[in-house]
């Protein structure tokens, strides 16, 4: 056992109200300045759609993440070596400035300087590479909502498995749906990012595993980029160096949630420490795409386990660490209550977000241009949603948190519909025990394990959702400077700009 | 293990991480938020390093409610968040600008005159001059000025217009005054004193929901939204919660996950149909169709075939069901009348107020009797303590109303009733009783019967009911489908379960509604309709029922001292509020381009009322006290006094009667019955806190035109002539009716663009002011986390320098004090609102002559001292001592703080805790020279902030209602005290007050009518409880008794495309809802939200619409139809209805806006497309809760029934 500590993440798709709020928080902290105007180290994504960058699901076309071969995995672009050699003067699998946008402004000044003229003065774009006037042709949540739903939605990657009848039926008012997907660095246990570089210039830090990019050491080869089957790595053409999400590690550090998580309006985030088992990795990684999420689950260990705790002392991890690690909240959706799910599993560089699916409106009928929903029966208990009338196809969701696992997807949508009709048969007790119970069975859950599920969904703090581990910075820092020093001379100097600007 | 991704804790190897740390860093955090109108009320921590403002995140220290709710936090979204761009961005309004060609007009002129009267007389008074800079308006030739310049010009224009037309011609626009009070009130405070005029905004955003005045009484009063988890049906309408309750919204998620079903009805497939467990795709602006058959079935299973009884409890204690209706004989059939009034008995003829006492039928004795709590009791000394909902009659006999007469009477009548949508007349039989009024014999039934025939739920009796679901008469669930578009069997199971889990949880059945419904021509039957279903279910009231309107942020919960400070009524008064829609219609000279009303609002034959030009309709509300109007005379209200002084009347009662005396004679011409000639033009228009030219702007390019006289691109034709009859056509309409136009802004928007003056005004990270919504229950601070950047002053300030100004030069224009007179309507939740029982028109009809406050306006005389106005701004007035303080017809006293406020020291810096005073001419006032100071005022005089003043408040409430348990609801918070130090550290709650009807104790979330249904307190309509039947003969002939449905107007019929050419075209209906990348028109202009967005103002369609015109995703179009035209992209997108267009309410024309091929001009904002069409019944008052309330009662700005013609833009040109 190689126990290691990862502090790692859940998003409550059924929460998320698409706001784009963690989008701005985050960009106005970290990339808001020269040569990152295009990143967005989160972004939200509606689904269907292709997403930011355009169709960045497609490893055909990006050659991102490990792919399988027999029972070892390979870099899917085969290896930063062999990249290297073969596309030493350039990287062809890189997004290019169309498949993400180019970043523009206006010229506001006009307004206040235009002279008097026959027509209204106007603020017309600028791009904000080149300084020209520009046409805006693409942005960062460009099909945002379904926006240019003929063209995105429906080149949707996820669609792949789904006939023609099955995809044009989603743009039906019978099945029309979508749902958000807000994407931020995976912190992967396995990062192809960090594999791809030849610099060695991308690490996992060892106290709780984000995954940074070392300003210093970066020489812009960019094979992070293609490497990460995310997307989740930027190109800063002004400094020369890519970036990534660094989930907020001083607020971390200082016991603040990440800025994306604490603006969550939709209060989907949760965050807190899992203890993996780093032998597990290549045998995690090499699954079968079926078997992924579940072995994925066996990499995780439990923090109350005697063992795994003696282990992981000796590998140094805190010991107050290790107590965090039993409150936390993504240990709960993804190994105890298995309602959260990794996204894009077959990607195997063990992403440590996991997404809990959207329940979605049931679907309808419409005969003579009439509409209908399509209902069981006509009782008066209200009939929330239904697997069997989901509006999206269960293939689907399984495509983006499954491997296209269908009974993983299913389990978890069981379990989900379970609390509501508990809680509520608890309460107004208008739906039949029987009921109750039978979806219990199915969803293969209980009482106590509902009002567990319910207190974390509905009614949790802050503190609740965000159990920030004690990262110990007197600790990390006093090889380097003593402690004390720290607190006293720490911030004396100037700032002086180095070479290159950042 | 694999061994090629490293895990690195050596420290030296990460000693670049650094890089990242020094960003986080920061110097400063300050609790501030976003003074928008934006219902969120959010707060905010704004981070500030080395002195500049770098960023905002959510403040997350609101208080728990209670542990069984979800806490508030986070509250705040992607807009807000990006708030801090503003700050130093290039959009940011820097210094003071004026139109150069104005300031080349005033150079000259100052240096040929020396008095600035003078001067500004021979720019205004010239013509070439005046068109000189009116045409410049917003065509670019801005130039920087000085602060002490532009103060000047603008307090010579007012003093001008004061002197030579009256201050009435001097108008200010800011809305919403809830999301900054004292950013508002500074502007209100110098309007009020110097004797100009407020514009209303609720209304005239189309934000005020007709229907709740209307049901209740109350111009808004809804759930906070914790209250939501609190529900276990939840259906929105109309609303796209998580798009516009964006920090809200969570709270459904949350409450679906305890059980809660959420329905969502939206045409499209909107952000919270996301999280619906139905999405009801309803076609739009027919939703009254779809809850009108919901309450056939509520009524037909809930309460025929079970009787359910705690419904039939609830609406017997709280409703007007039980309430006689006379029958009056139409033709061969009986029309719904008005109640029965308790003086038609002979028994009740001479009781007090009998015209405004109303009957029901005691079950028990069989006996008609007069229930206490109608509005009769709300007024008069021997009717005190008999407001109240006890079950008891006049007499205090116990009372035991009877719903129906079904069971009790073997009579019945034939009534008819007429249905819009097949324009078609049912007969059905009612049971009646006959009653021997001191008219003769009457029929009357109770208005549930009325209901029930209205729905169309038989009972066994004859006539044209429908025999079951599947008949298609109204109004069945068969029949509704041809309106919506949606089956029977999603109807009837809507609406059992909505009313059977209303049974099972006594009232936790909830409908949340938006602008969606709200902006439709027949917004208030909309909502009327979903209402009844609440009513009916007992949901009213109730933790996680109700009604819950969020549209617009109106809850100003410390109303009370606030209304004081900001209307200046401390000083005197009564203050010039006008009712903006119809001031709007009238002044941009919209009227003129209609003709009458009912050529696009089909209504039947034989109306009384119903029927003419709009406009008529209009100088009649004013004529008759029902609206306001301002200017009031063509006269100069400062001449007239003088005039009367001179004639000898020396007392305030002698100059009314001498001015009432000319009106009757016909001396003195109402403005509004001559609006285009010049001397009845507003002169000066002063915009703060508002886009009062674009987002707000409805027909904004008649705005152009009319009130600028600056480029437009209306091609509509002029059409009113030969329909109007009291309002003078004059056949040339008026160009460039405004002198000067001012701006106080902090970005360049589009109104600024079109002003003549633009003042750089804080923006809401740097100033000090109070916040709050009706979203939660807190009250929190805007606070400065700088000062002010550049030459930017706060509103508070600007003000406060213009009535410095003012003051300073006012001995020029007026040497001395002068008296003014002010008229004002009939108001609501005073005697006023029992003086017109019936319609009558002093100008028509023969013997009835205007009697100021009976039969026409009040009259009012006040004195304006220009030269004192600073001095009065700056300190609170003696009448908050002197008549204490309230509101809704409540008062309580209030001397003894004003009096230690008044003895604070004069010598204090302005800080969050303490008070000051101020003392001039020997006097000592409590200090309202800084915002803090105003603040600090409003908190301790509010009952919702000071728990002693809570206390006499409910004290006075006990006294007015008879009800002697209402102090206990304050006792265990009296000595609670709120100062803006407290607001800074944390949100704080508010206190339970008589002014707001929600019970906020023991943690309990916040929900409208919760007092009224808890401690039986009167709602303040002519029943005193919840009104289904609406007897107003306006109403009646309008045939809006009941809660009717009326479709959405003809495109045919609305002249939106008359002259528009239609080649190459699809028509489609024009919808503007809230938008996701804006708050109307703010953050939408910021390059993070166009970031996120189409780096444009985008206009929505289906693929189906694109494809007739061969449009693809992200193509340029044109939007376009008579009123003018938007430039913009196409998004294509199968989320949005076929036949629709939708642009997101509110784009800037500054930003990306390229030049019309048709039009040839620039293309506009969504405005530029509408044009404001005003339903006339939405005029009545002086009668109960038709009585005018500023924000109130009044027409709305609807704006959904509207039609364009989208086409390909051929040529992309900008200049």
């Known amino acids: 056992m190689d126990i290691r500590a990862q502090v790692a993440m859940t998003f409550h798709l059924d929460k998320c109200i698409g706001c784009h709020t963690c989008s701005v928080s985050c960009k106005n902290i970290w990339t808001d300045r020269k040569g990152v105007e295009y990143a967005w180290f989160n972004n939200v994504e509606t689904k269907p759609g292709t997403g930011y960058p355009h169709k960045w699901e497609d490893q055909e076309k990006y050659k991102g993440g490990w792919k399988k071969s027999g029972d070892k995995i390979i870099l899917r672009a085969n290896g930063k070596f062999t990249q290297l050699g073969k596309n030493i003067f350039g990287n062809p699998h890189l997004p290019t400035m169309d498949d993400y946008y180019e970043p523009w402004t206006y010229d506001y000044e006009n307004l206040f300087t235009a002279p008097p003229s026959k027509n209204q003065p106007t603020a017309r774009p600028i791009s904000l590479v080149t300084g020209d006037y520009i046409d805006i042709k693409s942005g960062p949540s460009w099909d945002d909502d379904l926006s240019g739903s003929e063209i995105y939605a429906k080149n949707d990657i996820n669609l792949e498995g789904l006939s023609e009848q099955e995809k044009n039926d989603l743009h039906e008012l019978e099945r029309l749906v979508y749902f958000y997907l807000p994407r931020i660095c995976n912190h992967c246990a396995n990062p192809t990012c960090s594999a791809a570089c030849p610099q060695s210039a991308i690490y996992k830090r060892g106290e709780d595993g984000i995954v940074l990019i070392n300003q210093d050491q970066c020489k812009s080869w960019r094979m992070c980029i293609s490497g990460c089957p995310y997307k989740k790595v930027y190109y800063n053409w002004s400094t020369g160096k890519s970036e990534k999400c660094l989930l907020c590690y001083p607020r971390l550090e200082t016991g603040q949630a990440p800025a994306c998580f604490h603006s969550c309006v939709g209060r989907i985030r949760y965050l807190g420490v899992l203890l993996y088992d780093a032998d597990k990795i290549v045998e995690t990684a090499t699954t079968d795409d079926a078997d992924l999420v579940e072995q994925m689950r066996g990499m995780i260990m439990d923090p109350n386990d005697p063992e795994v705790v003696k282990a992981a002392m000796k590998n140094g991890v805190d010991p107050k660490l290790i107590e965090s690690a039993k409150n936390s909240p993504v240990y709960k959706f993804f190994i105890k209550w298995k309602i959260a799910l990794p996204l894009h599993p077959e990607f195997r560089t063990l992403p440590m977000l996991f997404y809990v699916p959207p329940l979605l409106p049931v679907i309808g009928k419409r005969k003579d241009g009439i509409y209908d929903q399509v209902m069981d029966d006509d009782s008066d208990i209200p009939q929330m949603s239904q697997l069997d009338k989901a509006r999206i196809p269960i293939k689907y969701m399984a495509s983006l948190f499954s491997a296209g696992n269908e009974d993983e997807i299913t389990k978890v949508y069981r379990k989900l519909m379970a609390v509501r009709i508990f809680k509520r048969a608890e309460e107004i007790h208008d739906i039949p025990e029987d009921e109750v119970e039978e979806a219990m069975k199915l969803g293969d859950t209980n009482p106590e394990e509902i009002e567990a599920i319910y207190q974390l969904t509905s009614l949790p703090t802050m503190e609740e959702r965000f159990v920030i581990p004690p990262l110990a910075r007197e600790m990390a820092i006093e090889d380097l400077e003593s402690p004390f020093t720290r607190k006293n001379e720490g911030g004396f100097g100037r700032k002086i700009k180095p070479k290159r600007r950042w | 293990m694999s061994n090629w991704i490293k895990d690195i804790l050596d420290p030296k190897s990460r000693e670049w991480e650094e890089f990242y740390r020094n960003r986080w860093q920061y110097d400063k955090v300050v609790r501030s938020t976003h003074g928008v109108n934006c219902t969120g009320g959010c707060s905010w921590n704004v981070f500030v390093k080395d002195g500049i403002i770098t960023w905002e995140l959510q403040a997350t220290d609101y208080p728990l409610l209670d542990k069984t709710l979800p806490p508030y936090e986070p509250r705040g979204c992607q807009r807000g968040i990006s708030a801090s761009w503003y700050v130093y961005s290039p959009l940011r309004v820097k210094y003071p600008y004026i139109r150069g060609s104005l300031l080349t007009l005033w150079k000259r002129a100052k240096k040929k005159h020396k008095n600035p009267m003078e001067a500004w007389a021979s720019i205004v008074e010239d013509e070439k001059s005046r068109k000189k800079y009116q045409k410049a308006r917003g065509m670019g030739g801005f130039r920087r000025a000085d602060w002490n310049t532009v103060l000047e010009i603008i307090a010579v224009s007012s003093l001008y217009t004061a002197k030579k037309y009256g201050p009435d011609r001097v108008f200010g626009f800011s809305p919403i005054p809830a999301m900054s009070y004292l950013s508002y009130g500074g502007g209100s405070r110098f309007l009020q004193l110097f004797g100009g005029v407020n514009l209303s905004f609720y209304d005239w955003y189309c934000d005020l929901p007709n229907a709740f005045p209307e049901t209740w009484g109350e111009q808004t009063d809804v759930a906070e939204s914790a209250d939501w988890y609190n529900s276990r049906y939840i259906v929105s309408m109309g609303s796209n919660l998580s798009m516009t309750r964006t920090p809200d919204v969570h709270f459904i998620s949350e409450a679906k996950n305890v059980g809660t079903k959420f329905v969502t009805i939206a045409p499209d497939f909107s952000m919270a149909a996301k999280f619906a467990d139905w999405w009801i795709p309803i076609k739009q602006g027919h939703d009254a169709a779809l809850w009108s058959a919901v309450n056939h079935v509520i009524l037909k299973e809930y309460y025929v075939d079970k009787k359910v009884p705690y419904f039939i409890d609830y609406i017997k204690k709280y409703t007007d069901s039980p309430f006689l209706v006379e029958l009056v004989k139409e033709g061969d059939n009986y029309a719904p009348g008005q109640f029965l009034r308790a003086n038609k008995l002979e028994e009740y003829k001479d009781i007090s107020n009998g015209d405004w006492k109303l009957l029901v039928v005691d079950e028990d004795s069989n006996e008609l009797r007069v229930p206490t709590g109608t509005i009769g009791f709300r007024y008069g000394e021997d009717n005190a303590g008999k407001w109240n909902l006890l079950p008891n009659d006049m007499n205090g006999k116990p009372l035991n109303p009877l719903l129906s007469l079904i069971d009790t009477s073997k009579e019945t009548a034939k009534v008819a009733f007429y249905e819009f949508g097949e324009k078609k007349e049912y007969v059905r039989e009612v049971p009646v009783r006959k009653v021997k009024t001191v008219d003769g014999e009457k029929l009357v039934t109770t208005s549930l019967d009325l209901l029930f025939a209205h729905f169309g739920v038989g009972r066994g009796m004859k006539g044209d009911y429908p025999t079951d679901y599947n008949d298609e008469s109204s109004y069945s669930p068969a029949w509704q489908e041809k309106f919506t578009g949606i089956g029977r069997d999603t109807v009837i199971k809507l609406a059992r379960e909505f009313a059977s889990n209303a049974e099972r949880t006594e009232g936790k059945s909830m409908v949340i509604t938006g602008a969606g419904v709200n902006h439709w021509y027949h917004q208030n039957l909309i909502y009327r309709s979903a209402i009844t279903a609440l009513i009916l279910t007992g949901c009213v009231g109730k933790n996680g029922g109700g009604l819950n309107h969020y549209v617009g942020q109106e809850k100003l919960t410390l109303m009370t001292p606030w209304l004081s400070i900001a209307l200046a009524t401390d000083w005197g008064g009564p203050p010039r509020v006008q009712q903006a829609p119809l001031w709007h219609y009238i002044n941009s000279d919209?009227?003129?381009?209609?003709?009458?009303?009912?050529?696009?609002?089909?209504?039947?034959?034989?109306?009384?009322?119903?029927?003419?030009?709009?406009?008529?309709?209009?100088?009649?509300?004013?004529?008759?006290?029902?609206?306001?109007?301002?200017?009031?005379?063509?006269?100069?209200?400062?001449?007239?006094?003088?005039?009367?002084?001179?004639?000898?009347?020396?007392?305030?009662?002698?100059?009314?009667?001498?001015?009432?005396?000319?009106?009757?004679?016909?001396?003195?011409?109402?403005?509004?019955?001559?609006?285009?000639?010049?001397?009845?033009?507003?002169?000066?228009?002063?915009?703060?806190?508002?886009?009062?030219?674009?987002?707000?702007?409805?027909?904004?390019?008649?705005?152009?035109?009319?009130?600028?006289?600056?480029?437009?691109?209306?091609?509509?034709d002029e059409e009113a002539g030969e329909y109007l009859k009291d309002v003078k056509w004059r056949e040339d309409a008026p160009i460039g009716k405004f002198d000067l136009v001012v701006d106080i802004n902090f970005r360049m928007d589009t109104s600024a663009l079109y002003s003549d003056i633009v003042l750089p005004t804080a923006m809401w990270y740097e100033k000090n002011d109070l916040n709050s919504t009706d979203m939660h229950s807190f009250v929190h601070p805007l606070g400065a986390a700088t000062p002010p950047a550049w030459e930017a002053k706060s509103d508070w300030d600007i003000f406060k320098e213009i009535s410095k100004k003012i003051s300073e030069i006012s001995s020029e224009f007026f040497p001395e004090p002068v008296k003014d007179i002010v008229t004002k309507p009939l108001a609501h939740d005073s005697p006023d609102e029992i003086t017109q029982p019936e319609i009558k028109d002093w100008k028509h009809d023969d013997g009835v002559d205007y009697i100021p406050g009976k039969t026409g306006f009040k009259l009012a005389v006040t004195e304006r001292d220009y030269s004192k106005l600073y001095q009065k701004f700056i300190s609170l007035g003696p009448n908050v001592r002197n008549n204490g303080l309230g509101a809704h017809g409540i008062r309580f006293p209030v001397d003894d703080i004003y009096d230690e406020m008044a003895n604070e020291p004069t010598t204090r810096s302005p800080d969050p805790k303490h008070f000051r005073s101020v003392e001039w001419d020997g006097q000592r006032y409590p200090s309202l020279e800084d915002a803090l100071d105003a603040a600090n005022a409003i908190l301790r005089f509010a009952p919702e902030s000071n728990g002693e003043l809570s206390f006499r408040a409910f004290e006075a409430m006990e006294k007015k209602t008879g009800l002697d348990n209402l102090t206990d609801l304050a006792e265990k918070y009296r000595s609670v005290r709120m100062t803006f130090e407290d607001l800074k550290t944390q949100p704080k709650r508010i206190l339970t007050s008589p002014f707001w009807s929600g019970d906020v104790n023991e943690g309990r979330a916040y929900t409208g009518y919760a007092l009224n249904v808890d401690k039986f307190i009167p709602w303040r309509t002519l029943t005193g409880r919840q009104s289904l039947y609406l007897d107003h003969p306006n109403y009646i002939d309008f045939k809006e008794q009941f809660p009717i449905f009326k479709p959405r107007l003809d495109m045919n019929l609305v002249g939106d495309l008359d002259n528009t050419d239609d080649s190459n075209a699809v028509a489609l209906n024009y919808i503007t809802p809230h938008g996701k990348w804006h708050i109307h028109s703010t953050y939408g202009d910021n390059l993070r939200m166009q970031a996120l967005s189409r780096g444009c103002y985008p206009v929505w369609m289906h693929p189906d619409d694109a494809a007739k015109i061969g449009i693809e995703d992200n193509d340029w179009v044109e939007v376009i139809n008579d009123n003018g035209v938007v430039v913009t992209r196409a998004i294509v997108s199968s989320r949005i209805p076929v036949g629709t267009a939708w642009i997101y309410h509110s784009p800037e024309r500054t930003v990306s806006v390229p030049l019309s091929n048709e039009r040839k001009k620039r293309g506009g904002g969504h405005n530029s497309l509408t044009r404001v069409k005003l339903n006339p019944m939405l005029l009545s008052g002086g009668y109960a809760q038709w009585s005018y309330g500023f924000n109130y009662w009044g027409p709305v700005g609807v704006n959904r029934d509207t039609f364009v013609l989208v086409k390909k833009l051929k040529n992309l040109e900008w200049e």
Not at chain 2, 611 to 619: C, L, Q, S, V
Not at chain 2, 669 to 697: H, Q
Not at chain 2, 699 to 712: A, I, R, V
């Open chain 2, 590 to 716: 919209q009227f003129r381009y209609e003709g009458e009303f009912t050529d696009y609002y089909h209504l039947p034959e034989g109306r009384k009322y119903a029927k003419g030009h709009t406009a008529d309709h209009i100088a009649k509300s004013v004529r008759n006290g029902w609206m306001p109007y301002y200017p009031q005379f063509s006269q100069n209200s400062l001449d007239l006094a003088k005039e009367a002084q001179e004639a000898g009347k020396t007392d305030d009662a002698g100059i009314k009667a001498y001015i009432a005396e000319k009106i009757n004679k016909g001396e003195i011409d109402l403005s509004v019955e001559d609006p285009d000639a010049p001397e009845n033009w507003p002169r000066v228009f002063l915009i703060w806190r508002g886009n009062a030219l674009m987002s707000s702007a409805k027909g904004h390019e008649f705005f152009l035109k009319h009130y600028l006289g600056t480029s437009d691109n209306l091609i509509k």
